[in-house]
């Protein structure tokens, strides 16, 4: 079952455009969200994070909007630069505030490819 | 500020065999979590370690099983390996239980014959 949905496995964008990577999901106990972005034969990288209090966060080209009542985040980015180009993850954080047994639960990941 | 390291970089086995796979968390991070990727999914947790203790575990058998080192350094340790235990093998550290952000390492490939 999985619980951290990405459903486009791939989005292709030209250079200076806006990327919009979408993740939705089933639990509404998930209290914090992750976007990871993954090159090939490297770990993910932390991106942008948000707060379940919050609808929106914002850093620099990235910004993540969190909407609960659909369950549902998005990713944008403006503008797309090919450096973007790479697998980007959406991964949601579950437990207590004091982090007892706080795990991430991931998307499978959307493949982003800017064209110049 | 080092990141999060991990040696080795790839590894293959054959069925049966034990692997141990290390992790040196970042530099002030006291917890240190594993995550195999399979190809084509989504990073898939296994365990979480905090100040040398085991704090949480995922769906993984006991054949899984970990370490953490008074340096906070971890190592994970596979016994029994199998066919389908070939996967991307990552390590995360944050600061601390209560901190959201996890930092990864570049991950190990253990291909599984």
Redesign the interface.
Known sequence: DQQVKQNSPSLSVQEGRISILNCDYTNSMFDYFLWYKKYPAEGPTFLISISSIKDKNEDGRFTVFLNKSAKHLSLHIVPSQPGDSAVYFCAASLGGYAGNNRKLIWGLGTSLAVNP | ETG?T?SPTHLIKTRGQQVTLRCSSQSGHN?V?W?QQAL??????IF?YYREEE??R?NFPPRFSGLQFPNYSSELNVNALELDDSALY?C?SRK????????????TRLLVL
């Open positions: 999060v991990q917890t979590s995550y084509g999914q989504g990073p898939q947790f979480q704090n949480g995922g990552l995360a601390g239980l209560g901190e959201e952000t996890q930092y990864f390492g570049p991950g």
